[in-house]
C-alpha cells in the first residue's frame, strides 16, 4: 500500500497594464478627432455607475478618450492532490492493483482588469484496477477498469456593487469597441463579469478496456478493445449575467449598447455518449537489424444524446437554417462515426548493424471523436436560448428570467453540423539518429501532418451577399438568410491544418559531470481556424471572417511557433575531490544546471472593432486592408507600439478587408531558469538535499500579444490602443529555495 498527498497555495501579485476610460470622460468629456481639444457629451443616465467597474487612470493619455491605469492585483491558487496505491500479487500468474486519485484545486485569478476577476474550483478524481494474468510465457492478459468523475465550477466576478441586468443576479460583461464574440479584443479592456460566468459541470466516464498480448517466434501480436461511456451533466449556457456592446466610446457614454446578448433562463442538461475502440497490431523481426510495427485501430460512438430527450440543435434547408430546432434524443441527424479505421504503421532500422546509426519512420491516421459538444450546445433554443437585443438604453435594462424580452429581441442560434464528420489528422514523421563520437549523438527528424474535418466556429445565417470584382459585397440593409433569426454560433467540420517541422537534437557528454543538450525546431503550422473562441486563441478571432469561402481565412496557426530552440546542460561540480573534513563536507555533492529557452513570437490579427459589412455579424471577425501608400516597416517593436496602425486602412461599406489572417507576428520569448542542488550524507542512510531555483533568472520582461483593434469605428483615426501590450508572457524572477531530508 502506497499513499501520498501534495499541497500547493499561490499568492502572486501580477503585473498589469489596463485600458481605460480616462478621467475626462468620467466628467464627461471626450477629445475631439484631432486631439487638440475636449468636447463636452456628457453621460448619459445609468453610465456613471458603470465606470466605477474600471480602475482610475494612473498612467498616461493614449488619446481619444483612453489612458492606462497600472496595478498589481492578487491571483491565489489552492491545489491538494492525493493518491493511494494497492499491489497485491494474488499468485505467479496473477497480479493486481487498484490506485485512487483525487485532486481539488481553486483559483482567484485578475484579467486584465483587476475589477474583474475569474473564480473557478475544479475537483478531478480517479479510481481505476487492473489485473494482469499470464496464461503461458507468450501469452499476457491485460484487464482494467475505471472511473473518473470531475467537477468543475466557473464564474466572472467584481468587486463593485452594481445592480444587474439580469433579476437576481450580478453585473455583466461589458465591451467597448470590440466584438460581441466571448472574451473577443476591444479597444477597451473589458469590465463587469466574465462573459461566461455562472458555469457548471460534472463529468463521468466509466471505462473498460482488455489488451492481449502474444510471441511467436519474430512476432509479437497485440490486440485489445476499449469501451468508455460519458455521461455529462452541465451548464455552460453562457451569456447568463448579460454582455452590453458599445460601439465606440462616444456610445458608451451616450448609454446606447450596440448588442445586448442574454440567455435568461439557462437550464442543466445530461450529455451521454458510448464511446469504442480497439486495435490489432504486429511488431516483427525482419532482420536482426530491422523492425516493423503495422497494426490498424479502429473508433466508434453512438453520437452525442441528451438524457430526457432534449437535445436540440439546428438543421438546414438549402443551406439556410431553420427558424426552429429539432428536439431528440440526438444532437445528431446522421451519425457519421459509427466505425472509424485508423491504419498506423512504424519502422526502426539500423542500416549498418553497429547501433551507431538508427532510422525511424512513422504513418498514422489519428482521429478526435466529438465528446466536448455540451460547450456549444449549451447554448441552444429552447433550453438554453441566446437572445440578442439592438440598439437599447443602458439605463433600466432589466431581464426578467422566464418574461419575454421586448424591444425587438432575436434567437441567437447555437448548434452543431447536424451531420458532423469526426477531425481527422493523417501524421508522418521521419528521424536518423547517429552518433558522431563516443560521448556525441546527433538527432536530424522531420515531422509533418494534414488535418481536415477540424471544426470551425462561424456565422451560419448571413445574408447572400453579391459579388463584385469577384468579391463579396453586402447592400445597406441586407436581410439574413434566415431574417427570423439572428447570427448564430455554429461548428461546422469544415477546417483544415497543415504542419512541417524540422527538429535538430544534439546531446554531448563531457568528463568531469558536466552533460549538454541543444534542441531546434523549425516548424510551419497552418490552417484555417485554430480556436474555437476568442478565449482560447486571443491572437485571432475565433469565427471565420466570410463563412462562404474559409478559405479566405488559411494562414499560419494562433499556435504558430517558427523557431523554438531548447539547451540545458548540468555540472557536477568536482570542487571536493581533495578536500578533507569540514571543507569536504561544505564542497562536496553540490551540482548546477540551467534551461535557457528562446522562441520566436506567435503570429496574430488585426482586427475591426466594428464591422463594415452590413452583414449584421456582431462578432467582428473582420479585417482591415492593406495601405497602399504605407512603404515602412509594420512592425515597430515597442510595447507602447508593436505594429504601426497605419499600415492599415478601413474597408469600403459592404466589404470585407484583404489582409490575411495572422500575418503579423508578437513578440518572442527568451528565459533562463537555473538551479543549484546540494546532497549532503549526514548518516549512511540519512541525507540531506538543499536546492535553489532561480526562474527567469536574468529577469527578463516577455510580453504579451499587443491589442488586435486597429480601428472601432468607420471614417475614424486609428484606435489609441492599437498596438499597445498591457500583459506578460511569463512571470518576473521567482526564487525559490527547498530543503529535503532522504532516509
Do not use: C
Request: hydrophobic residues 40%; neutral net charge.
Amino acid at each position: 500500500m502506497f499513499g501520498n498527498y501534495e499541497g500547493y497555495r499561490q499568492h502572486l501579485a501580477l503585473s498589469n497594464v489596463t485600458l481605460v476610460p480616462d478621467n475626462g470622460v468620467r466628467a464627461g468629456y471626450l477629445p475631439n478627432a484631432t486631439g487638440t481639444s475636449q468636447t463636452y457629451v456628457g453621460l448619459a443616465p445609468g453610465v456613471a455607475p458603470l465606470l466605477s467597474l474600471w480602475p482610475v487612470q494612473n498612467g498616461p493619455e493614449l488619446g481619444g478618450g483612453v489612458a492606462e491605469a497600472f496595478n498589481h492585483p492578487l491571483q491565489t491558487i489552492r491545489e491538494d492532490f492525493g493518491t493511494t496505491r494497492f499491489d497485491y500479487n494474488i499468485s505467479a500468474t496473477d497480479t493486481l492493483f487498484a490506485v485512487y486519485t483525487v485532486d481539488d484545486s481553486a483559483d482567484h485569478t485578475p484579467s486584465a482588469n483587476p475589477l474583474s476577476s475569474a473564480v473557478e474550483t475544479l475537483r478531478e478524481q480517479v479510481a481505476s484496477m487492473q489485473e494482469q494474468h499470464v496464461f503461458s510465457p507468450s501469452l499476457l492478459n491485460t484487464a482494467r477498469i475505471g472511473f473518473s468523475r470531475a467537477t468543475f465550477f466557473f464564474t466572472g466576478t467584481t468587486p463593485v456593487d452594481l445592480p444587474g441586468w439580469v433579476s437576481g443576479q450580478p453585473i455583466g460583461a461589458i465591451v467597448i469597441g470590440g466584438g460581441t464574440a466571448l472574451n473577443g479584443a476591444s479597444s477597451i479592456t473589458g469590465a463587469g463579469a466574465n462573459a461566461g460566468s455562472n458555469l457548471t459541470a460534472a463529468r463521468n466516464l466509466f471505462t473498460y478496456d482488455d489488451h492481449a498480448m502474444w510471441m511467436h517466434g519474430r512476432n509479437q501480436v497485440e490486440a485489445g478493445i476499449w469501451f468508455q461511456r460519458i455521461q455529462a451533466n452541465d451548464n455552460l449556457a453562457q451569456y447568463q449575467y448579460g454582455q452590453a456592446s458599445f460601439s465606440s466610446l462616444l456610445s458608451f457614454m451616450q448609454g446606447t449598447i450596440g448588442t445586448f446578448t442574454v440567455v435568461p433562463s439557462p437550464t442543466e442538461l445530461g450529455w451521454r455518449s458510448l464511446e469504442m475502440a480497439g486495435f490489432v497490431q504486429d511488431v516483427v523481426k525482419l532482420r536482426p537489424n530491422l523492425e516493423l510495427r503495422a497494426g490498424i485501430r479502429f473508433e466508434s460512438t453512438d453520437g452525442w444524446n441528451e438524457a430526457h430527450g432534449r437535445a436540440a440543435n439546428y438543421a438546414f434547408d438549402g443551406g439556410v437554417i431553420r427558424t426552429d430546432p429539432f428536439i431528440g434524443n440526438s444532437a445528431f441527424a446522421v451519425n457519421r462515426a459509427k466505425f472509424l479505421p485508423e491504419p498506423r504503421v512504424g519502422l526502426a532500422w539500423d542500416p549498418f548493424g553497429k547501433s551507431r546509426t538508427v532510422i525511424r519512420a512513422g504513418f498514422g491516421v489519428y482521429r478526435q471523436l466529438l465528446d466536448d459538444l455540451d460547450y456549444r450546445l449549451d447554448q441552444t433554443a429552447p433550453f438554453n436560448t441566446t437572445q440578442t437585443l439592438k440598439n437599447v438604453p443602458v439605463n433600466g435594462l432589466l431581464i426578467v428570467p422566464g418574461a419575454p424580452l421586448a424591444g425587438g429581441a432575436r434567437i441567437s442560434p447555437s448548434g452543431v453540423q447536424p451531420d458532423a464528420y469526426t477531425p481527422t489528422v493523417i501524421s508522418w514523421n521521419l528521424k536518423i539518429d547517429q552518433q558522431i563520437a563516443p560521448d556525441m549523438t546527433l538527432g536530424l527528424g522531420y515531422v509533418g501532418s494534414h488535418g481536415y474535418h477540424e471544426i470551425l466556429s462561424l456565422n451560419a445565417n448571413e445574408p447572400v451577399p453579391t459579388f463584385v470584382n469577384g468579391s463579396a459585397f453586402y447592400p445597406t440593409g441586407a436581410v439574413n438568410a434566415n431574417p427570423a433569426l439572428a447570427n448564430t454560433t455554429t461548428w461546422m467540420s469544415e477546417g483544415l491544418s497543415s504542419y512541417h517541422a524540422l527538429q535538430v537534437d544534439v546531446n554531448r557528454r563531457f568528463s568531469k559531470g558536466f552533460q549538454f543538450r541543444g534542441v531546434y525546431t523549425w516548424s510551419k503550422n497552418l490552417d484555417d481556424g485554430t480556436a474555437l473562441n476568442s478565449s482560447v486563441g486571443a491572437n485571432a478571432p475565433g469565427f471565420v471572417m466570410f463563412p462562404l469561402y474559409p478559405k479566405l481565412d488559411w494562414g499560419p496557426s494562433t499556435t504558430d511557433v517558427r523557431h523554438l530552440a531548447v539547451i540545458n546542460a548540468t555540472w557536477e561540480l568536482p570542487f571536493a575531490k581533495k578536500a578533507q573534513g569540514l571543507k569536504k563536507t561544505a564542497l562536496d555533492g553540490w551540482s548546477v544546471s540551467g534551461i535557457e529557452t528562446v522562441q520566436s513570437g506567435f503570429p496574430f490579427t488585426p482586427g475591426l472593432g466594428y464591422n463594415p459589412t452590413n452583414n449584421g455579424d456582431s462578432r467582428n471577425p473582420i479585417r482591415p486592408s492593406w495601405n497602399p501608400a504605407f512603404s515602412r516597416p509594420v512592425i515597430v517593436g515597442s510595447p507602447n507600439e508593436w505594429y504601426n496602425p497605419t499600415a492599415f486602412i478601413q474597408p469600403a461599406t459592404g466589404t470585407y478587408g484583404n489582409i490575411g489572417r495572422d500575418v503579423l507576428t508578437g513578440p518572442g520569448l527568451a528565459t533562463l531558469d537555473f538551479s543549484a542542488l546540494k546532497t549532503t550524507d549526514i548518516r549512511e542512510r540519512l541525507k540531506l538535499q538543499f536546492r535553489a531555483e532561480f526562474f527567469n533568472m536574468l529577469n527578463r520582461a516577455n510580453f504579451g500579444i499587443p491589442n488586435t483593434v486597429v480601428y472601432t469605428a468607420a471614417n475614424s483615426a486609428p484606435s489609441p490602443t492599437a498596438g499597445v501590450i498591457t500583459s506578460t508572457a511569463s512571470t518576473s524572477r521567482q526564487i525559490q529555495f527547498g530543503l529535503k531530508l532522504l532516509w
